[in-house]
């Protein structure tokens, strides 16, 4: 299925009671700092799984069956896509993998990671977005 930001700002069947804040995170299997990153990613995702947070993962230049492995190795449960012909890459204009774009709950960008993320800096981020009214 397709997901786009504008159906996580509210009044949607993705965020019925208002807009969510949004975690972008551009991967690939073949990437060792995205593989550090991955555990604590999925950790956080599950610590705010419920409280209006959404993650989104997005595969890059990456094969569908590493990537499926990948997902599976690490147990990662939130929503996850390929990037089909690097659209998704080139509209946010990133520099490689693993980089995470933060998106408030008005739809706006409001941040980049370049790198992996390592606690607390993710948690950090969500609380002060979740925290904007």
Same mark, same amino acid.
Do not use: M
């Given at each position: ?5 504008? #159906? ?5 069947? &993705? ?5 969510? *804040?949004? *975690?972008?995170? $551009? ?8 593989? +550090?990153?991955?555990? &604590? =990613?999925? @950790?956080?995702?599950?610590? &705010?799984?419920?409280?209006?947070? *959404? $993650? ?5 230049? %990456?094969?569908?069956? +590493? !990537?499926? !492995?990948?997902?599976? +190795? $690490?147990?990662?449960?939130? =929503?996850?896509?390929? %990037?089909?012909?690097? @659209?998704? !890459? #080139? !509209?946010?204009?990133?520099?490689? *993998?693993?980089?995470? $774009? ?7 960008? @409001? ?15 969500? %609380? +002060? ?5």
């Amino acid at each position: 299925r397709t997901v786009t930001l504008s #159906q996580l700002r509210g009044g949607t069947a &993705y965020a019925p009671s208002g807009g969510q *804040v949004v *975690v972008v995170n $551009f991967w690939a299997s073949w990437c060792p700092p995205c593989r +550090e990153e991955a555990a &604590y =990613l999925e @950790r956080t995702w599950r610590k &705010y799984e419920g409280k209006g947070v *959404v $993650f989104i993962g997005v595969d890059w230049v %990456d094969t569908q069956k +590493e !990537a499926l !492995a990948y997902i599976k +190795e $690490f147990d990662i449960t939130y =929503l996850n896509g390929p %990037d089909i012909g690097t @659209r998704i !890459a #080139q !509209a946010y204009r990133i520099q490689g *993998v693993p980089e995470t $774009f933060y998106v408030d709950k008005t739809g706006r960008l @409001r941040g980049v990671h370049i790198g992996p993320l390592s606690a607390p800096k993710l948690d950090n981020r969500i %609380d +002060e977005l979740l925290d904007e009214p």
